[in-house]
């Protein structure tokens, strides 16, 4: 399966990931819109409600956020507003009680003077407006009043607050409840020449409503309030379509259902799969960590040391990692960002090896039909010119031969490799060959894992380039010996056929080297001696070719050793 496209494609789209780990950014060509319909073909998009969308998500945030800061501020600004009046008004009161109090007319009227106290109301009240206050009050030492706004009030005993201090010739300043209301006010002795305290001198002022102290903190800030609240607002718009645009128009739970569908990609994928950039590495699966042995580390990471980077579009490279052959192609995915794979070269080869099996076993149910058909059509000529005896013979003598080869094969002891023999046999008919299984051939009922799966690779590629070899020469011969003895298996496959060619004999088992030369159909050849070769050295087994002579004719011999761990037979 080709998923190459799909992974370039994804890194394309990953180039945002990148820029967060110091690249430059990059502006594509094409519209947001657009590259949200090309990845919604690809990904299925997580759906999110208007509300919660980014745009106005940052709204309501930022709308919310002011609107619960908004009451509390205005309550801790009104608490200080309110708090520096009250210190205005009692620094005030107490400077103002003290010029009251050193007025003569004030200190002649405690001293007795009967004009001037009849006159210190209409005084103390003209003072009054003229100092802004709400009421200056003087009282004798009983503190009892002599003045007041309140001409009915004169006489009575003033309210609230210390009466003793003053009589030390202390002064002091109070917020009281008086009769006018909750004021803030200062008393200061008056005294005489002779250092007597005859009285007080008050100058008082209304304390204004903490309600109201609010309320005109919230009229003056309004203004100001709305105008920030209108520009947040505006900030937050325009940061949530700037950072929609380069999150190419997606909310951030359709970011993370897509990562993760491409992280589920990445990771069941049975290739390693890298992307790398100037260098640096910024996706890696856990397969190509498995194969890298790139056991944690934090992304980016360097280029592997040692390890080839091949490139795009140029074909795959081998290489070795940690002694595991690795096969690596590249593909250029856009913006200077390339898409690398990596497959294990074992695994890649066992596959080969199932085709090549695949196809042999095919081909030998084609021969193997080919037979059959021709039988079958002389068989019905027979029966129709009314033959009978012939066909009857024709039978037999086909049966004796298959019954010959049945009985030679069931020495191997193992079906799919007595199988592929008995294939073989009707291969070697069909290219006018005769095939020998040598009487001496027999293989114990059990042995070690993978030793089978080899002999029937070895069996299935060197019988088939015998038969190939012997075909069309005189009478062509191929001979098949399997064999086990103390020291493992042996299997050896002999042909009449003309040899090696002598400038091959060193470079025959190579990938792409075959002395057959090029396929009629295009079929790359040197593949099956290759493979055997690969499966025969993780054995630990040997495949070696020679020529041999006996009595009647030379032969081109192959032979396959197979150790047995330990002598087994």
């Known amino acids: 399966m080709n998923t190459r496209p799909t992974l370039a494609g994804y890194a394309c789209r990953a180039r945002g990931l990148w820029q967060t780990a110091g690249t430059l950014p990059v502006r594509l060509p094409v519209s947001s819109s657009a590259r949200l319909t090309a990845l919604a073909r690809e990904v299925a998009l997580p759906h999110t409600p208007r509300l919660l969308r980014v745009a106005p998500r940052l709204f309501l945030t930022t709308l919310g956020a002011f609107l619960l800061l908004a009451l509390p501020l205005a309550g801790l600004v009104s608490q200080g507003v309110y708090g520096g009046i009250h210190r205005?008004?009692?620094?005030?009161?107490?400077?103002?009680?003290?010029?009251?109090?050193?007025?003569?007319?004030?200190?002649?009227?405690?001293?007795?003077?009967?004009?001037?106290?009849?006159?210190?109301?209409?005084?103390?009240?003209?003072?009054?407006?003229?100092?802004?206050?709400?009421?200056?009050?003087?009282?004798?030492?009983?503190?009892?009043?002599?003045?007041?706004?309140?001409?009915a009030r004169i006489g009575e005993h003033m309210a609230g607050g210390d009466f003793t201090a003053f009589l030390r010739g202390r002064s002091v300043t109070e917020t009281v409840q008086g009769t006018l209301g909750p004021s803030v006010r200062a008393k200061v002795p008056v005294v005489d020449g002779q250092g007597r305290v005859l009285g007080l001198a008050s100058v008082g002022f209304l304390l204004p409503r903490l309600q109201d102290v609010f309320r005109e903190v919230l009229r003056a800030a309004l203004p100001?309030?709305?105008?920030?609240?209108?520009?947040?607002?505006?900030?937050?718009?325009?940061?949530?379509?700037?950072?929609?645009?380069?999150?190419?128009?997606?909310?951030?739970?359709?970011?993370?259902?897509?990562?993760?569908?491409?992280?589920?990609?990445?990771?069941?994928?049975?290739?390693?799969?890298?992307v790398t950039r100037a260098g640096q590495v910024?996706?890696?699966?856990?397969?190509?960590?498995?194969?890298?042995?790139?056991?944690?580390?934090?992304?980016?990471?360097?280029?592997?040391?040692?390890?080839?980077?091949?490139a795009p579009g140029a074909g795959p490279v081998t290489a070795d990692v940690a002694g595991r052959p690795v096969l690596l192609a590249a593909q250029d995915a856009g913006d200077g960002a390339v898409v690398v794979t990596l497959r294990d070269l074992a695994r890649v080869r066992a596959l080969a090896d199932e085709l090549t099996q695949s196809q042999r076993y095919a081909e030998l149910l084609r021969a193997q039909t080919h037979e059959f058909t021709n039988r079958l059509h002389t068989l019905a000529g027979l029966l129709h010119l009314g033959e009978t005896r012939e066909a009857l013979a024709l039978i037999h003598e086909q049966s004796a031969r298959h019954g010959a080869h049945a009985d030679a094969v069931r020495s191997l002891r193992h079906l799919r490799l007595s199988a592929l023999l008995l294939g073989k046999f009707d291969r070697a008919a069909e290219r006018r060959v005769t095939l020998t299984l040598d009487p001496l051939s027999g293989l114990p009922p059990r042995l070690p894992p993978g030793v089978l799966d080899l002999l029937e690779l070895a069996s299935g590629n060197l019988i088939e380039n015998a038969l190939e070899a012997a075909s069309g020469t005189p009478d062509a011969q191929v001979r098949v010996l399997i064999a086990a003895d103390p020291e493992g298996v042996v299997l050896e496959v002999r042909d009449s056929?003309?040899?090696?060619?002598?400038?091959?004999?060193?470079?025959?088992?190579?990938?792409?080297?075959?002395s057959k030369g090029a396929a009629p159909d295009g079929t790359p050849r040197g593949v099956g001696l290759a493979l055997v070769v690969d499966r025969a050295q993780a054995l630990g087994a040997t495949l070696t070719h020679d020529r041999v002579t006996d009595a009647a004719r030379t032969w081109t011999r192959f032979t396959l050793d197979v150790p047995l761990p330990g002598g087994e037979e």
Not at 238 to 264: H, S
Not at 285 to 291: D, G, M, T, Y
Not at 497 to 514: C, F, K
């Open 497 to 514: 056929g003309p040899g090696v060619p002598p400038e091959l004999t060193d470079s025959l088992t190579r990938r792409g080297v075959s």
């Open 88 to 151: 205005s008004f009692a620094e005030r009161s107490l400077r103002e009680s003290r010029l009251v109090a050193a007025l003569p007319p004030v200190v002649a009227a405690l001293s007795g003077n009967a004009a001037e106290r009849a006159n210190l109301n209409t005084l103390m009240n003209r003072y009054r407006v003229v100092l802004g206050a709400d009421y200056v009050v003087v009282t004798d030492r009983a503190a009892r009043r002599v003045t007041h706004p309140d001409a």
């Open 224 to 274: 100001w309030y709305l105008g920030a609240l209108a520009l947040a607002l505006a900030l937050a718009l325009g940061v949530a379509r700037r950072v929609k645009t380069e999150m190419l128009g997606l909310e951030p739970e359709q970011i993370a259902g897509g990562l993760r569908q491409y992280r589920a990609v990445l990771n069941t994928l049975e290739e390693g799969v890298l």
């Open 282 to 310: 910024f996706v890696m699966n856990p397969q190509a960590r498995s194969l890298l042995g790139v056991a944690g580390g934090t992304l980016p990471l360097p280029w592997p040391p040692g390890l080839p980077l091949p």
